[in-house]
């Protein structure tokens, strides 16, 4: 079954370092995601990507967040400079379009996440 | 604003005694209702999505329903490979692809 790849599984970084997260979604889907869950809270979600630009993002998404999608395979999460409370899962998902018609029975696959630990 | 509540917090089950996850949910226009099934230190693993009220999807000891406020998961004669944080998430329209998920069910079952 396809899968969502996540690298690095666990990053320990000093605050204020930048660190780049890396993800290879499902290949024929179009829909890229990132989401976070703080230890013991909620997924939320952080930003959606289509078409080569972000097409939407959170309050929580501000300046210090990228994200890119450098080739045909990697869509990558940057944090410019790392903050404490920016410890938590970051997880990527992917999911193709609805193209209309009877509803597939499609969900959005998340990747094994990868924990990002800031001290 | 868009919120997803869960019910319990908490589950402990004996092996085969069956239960029910809940799943309320305030979204002005559901896209579609979402479950899913975490195990510590993984990433969401997706089991359903749902449309419409009175539908209901079926997967080995799991069943999913959905009324115009609330979904339930049916878990019937659970065994303790079914541990897991049971994750519900809601899409509203308005032109949004995000999930919008609720806290969780931590559910143990014992042999």
């Known amino acids: 079954e396809p899968e969502v790849t996540q690298t690095p599984s666990h990053q320990v970084t000093q605050m204020g370092q930048e660190v780049i997260l890396r993800c290879v979604p499902i290949s024929n889907h179009l829909y890229f995601y990132w989401y976070r869950q703080i230890l013991g809270q909620k997924v939320e979600f952080l930003v959606s990507f289509y078409n080569n630009e972000i097409s939407e993002k959170s309050e929580i998404f501000d300046d210090q967040f990228s994200v890119e999608r450098p080739d045909g395979s990697n869509f990558t999460l940057k944090i410019r400079s790392t903050k404490l409370e920016d410890s938590a899962m970051y997880f990527c998902a992917s999911s193709t379009p609805w193209s209309g018609g009877s509803p597939p029975n499609y969900g959005y696959t998340f990747g094994s996440g990868t924990r990002l630990t800031v001290v | ?111």
């Open chain 2, 1 to 111: 604003e868009d919120q997803v509540t869960q019910s319990p917090e908490a589950l402990r089950l004996q092996e085969g005694e069956s239960s029910s996850l809940n799943c309320s949910y305030t979204v002005s226009g559901l896209r579609g209702l979402f479950w899913y099934r975490q195990d510590p230190g993984k990433g969401p693993e997706f089991l359903f999505t749902l449309y419409s009220a009175g539908e209901e999807k079926e997967k080995e000891r799991l069943k999913a329903t959905l009324t115009k406020k609330e979904s339930f998961l049916h878990i019937t004669a659970p065994k303790p490979e079914d541990s897991a944080t049971y994750l519900c998430a809601v899409q509203a329209p308005r032109n949004t692809d995000k999930l919008i998920f609720g806290t969780g069910t931590r559910l143990q079952v014992f042999p």
